[in-house]
């Protein structure tokens, strides 16, 4: 008489239908997750908005939570805020800050290194006051301003002191000290991982955006930044409604600076 050795996964497999029978809950260890399931979170923010309507609605009118980043005493800033607020995008203030070289544009309400810490307050004051339902605040420019503490700590101090407003640093300059002085008065925030167009070529920001998703893949979250580009807004009207197929959920950025 000879002995048949039935192997372990073979009995596990025929044991299946008998559990799943006797309790349609059971789930088993080994189960893999939906192929669909995003597994990676990305935030988008579309920046310089405030001069153009047109392509600054087009950024409004963008699938999904990406946020408004408005310039303020910009001719389109509060109608766009306002329209922004109204689809339940976030709307930041994109304040302009002093660069390590000026390009010659003058921007409204621009905080500066020769500034006093009264003027700083009174000019973030006029900023904010000019760009409705901001939440939070990201840098324009600002690769002098943003390596400076003593200016850091005045602005994180200004945020502190309103109901909380969060800071997206732009990052413009890796020796910006913002996300050190943040942390050390208790301000939500985070830095920009990837300008999706340094330059407006449509190759240059598809190539950006395929690396927004790897480097959200590889580390769980990202952040972007774009513009109010031709380029830019066509690639995200076509490519946002695809990023749950290719595991990774599009989030509104304060859920990634633990506001």
């Not at 039935?6 to 260890?29: C, F, G, K, Q, S």
Request: charged share 25%; aromatic share 4%.
């Amino acid at each position: 008489m000879s002995l048949r050795f039935i192997r372990p996964a073979a009995m596990l497999a025929a044991l299946l239908p008998v559990l799943a029978a006797a309790d349609p809950t059971a789930r088993l260890e080994t189960m893999q997750p939906d192929a669909t399931e995003p597994v990676a979170r990305i935030a988008i923010i579309i920046d310089d908005l405030g001069y153009a309507l047109g392509n600054g609605q087009r950024a409004v009118d963008l699938p999904g939570p990406v946020a408004c980043a408005i310039l303020p005493g910009t001719p389109a800033a509060t109608r766009l805020a306002g329209a922004a607020a109204d689809r339940g995008k976030e709307v930041l203030l994109h304040l302009p800050m002093q660069a390590t070289q000026a390009d010659g544009k003058d921007e409204p309400d621009s905080i500066t290194l020769d500034m006093s810490r009264r003027a700083f307050a009174e000019t973030f004051d006029a900023a904010l006051e000019s760009v409705p339902h901001a939440i939070g605040v990201n840098n324009h420019r600002g690769s002098l301003l943003t390596r400076h503490p003593g200016h850091m700590q005045w602005l994180m101090e200004e945020l502190s002191a309103r109901d909380e407003l969060f800071f997206v640093d732009s990052y413009t300059t890796h020796l910006s000290v913002a996300l050190q002085i943040a942390a050390e008065t208790g301000v939500p925030a985070i830095k920009r991982d990837v300008f999706l167009d340094p330059d407006r070529s449509a190759q240059t920001v598809e190539r950006e955006f395929a690396r927004l998703k790897r480097l959200a893949h590889e580390r769980g979250v990202a952040v972007a930044i774009g513009h109010p580009y031709d380029a830019t807004l066509d690639l995200l009207e076509r490519e946002l409604p695809r990023l749950a197929a290719e595991g990774i959920e599009l989030v509104p950025i304060s859920e990634l600076t633990g506001r």
